[in-house]
């Protein structure tokens, strides 16, 4: 079983839709949560971290449920510069925090 | 932009020869991390490097080695390429251990394909 697991998608969303998938995470000590970013043949770049209450940043909201085991990202009103692959992306225990990257789920706005 | 810079973008090369990706930065950071990144999986850490001379290994570590001689340079050397090599590397820096904020800065990513 995979550390991180997410759906790889891929999520058609017409413009101006809300989209939102989720991410499971195995570890239950697991500490630390982030969202990234990837377009098509470039490199991951830090979307937003993940905060226990839930946190925006624009048009994006993340949440976390520890008691389930999965983080969330929401998009609302979709633009077409959205579509991209989304890392989720988790800190494990050890002593030196590695990340471990989820597979990433595709979105695709379409117009 | 981090500046962050890969090289070669793009290789081709034949099972059994030496193949080495050069990561070089201009931000100081002391961290820096080798990722491959394969169809299905998530970025998998290879090595990773917390000061000059200072490295170890990640997950995927086995067939690959490396060598940071300065602060902005790190190496990544695969001593005998084979066909399961052939992948997207990414090199990765940070300025404090990511466990703290968990914000890499990633290259532009090396494609690399082995015949």
């Known amino acids: 079983r995979k550390e991180v697991e997410q759906d790889p998608g891929p999520f058609n969303v017409p413009e101006g839709a809300t989209v939102a998938f989720n991410c499971t995470y195995s570890?239950?000590?697991?500490?630390?949560f982030f969202w990234y970013r990837q377009d098509c043949r470039k490199e991951p770049k830090l979307l937003m971290s993940v905060y226990s209450s839930g946190n925006e940043d624009g048009r994006f909201t993340a949440q976390l449920n520890r008691a389930s085991q999965y983080i969330s990202l929401l998009i609302r009103d979709s633009k077409l510069s959205d579509s991209a692959t989304y890392l989720c992306?988790?800190?494990?225990?050890?002593?030196?925090?590695?990340?471990?990257f989820g597979a990433g789920t595709q979105v695709v706005v379409t117009p | 932009d981090a500046g962050i810079t890969q090289s070669p973008r793009h290789k081709v090369t034949e099972t059994g020869t030496p193949v080495t990706l050069r990561c070089h930065q201009t931000?100081?950071?002391?961290?820096m991390y080798w990722y491959r990144q394969d169809p299905g999986h998530g970025l998998r850490l290879i090595h990773y490097?917390?000061?000059?001379?200072?490295?170890d290994k990640g997950e995927v570590s086995d067939g690959y080695s490396v060598s940071r001689s300065k602060t902005e340079d790190f190496l990544l050397t695969l001593e005998s390429a084979t066909s399961s090599q052939t992948s997207v590397y990414f090199c990765?820096?940070?300025?404090?251990?990511?466990?703290?904020?968990?914000?890499?800065?990633f290259g532009e990513g090396s494609r690399l394909t082995v015949l």
């Open positions: 570890n239950s000590a697991s500490q630390s």
């Open positions: 931000e100081n950071h002391r961290y």
């Open positions: 992306v988790v800190t494990l225990t050890d002593s030196w925090g590695k990340l471990q």
């Open positions: 990765a820096i940070s300025e404090s251990g990511y466990a703290n904020t968990g914000e890499l800065f």
């Open positions: 490097s917390y000061g000059v001379k200072d490295t």
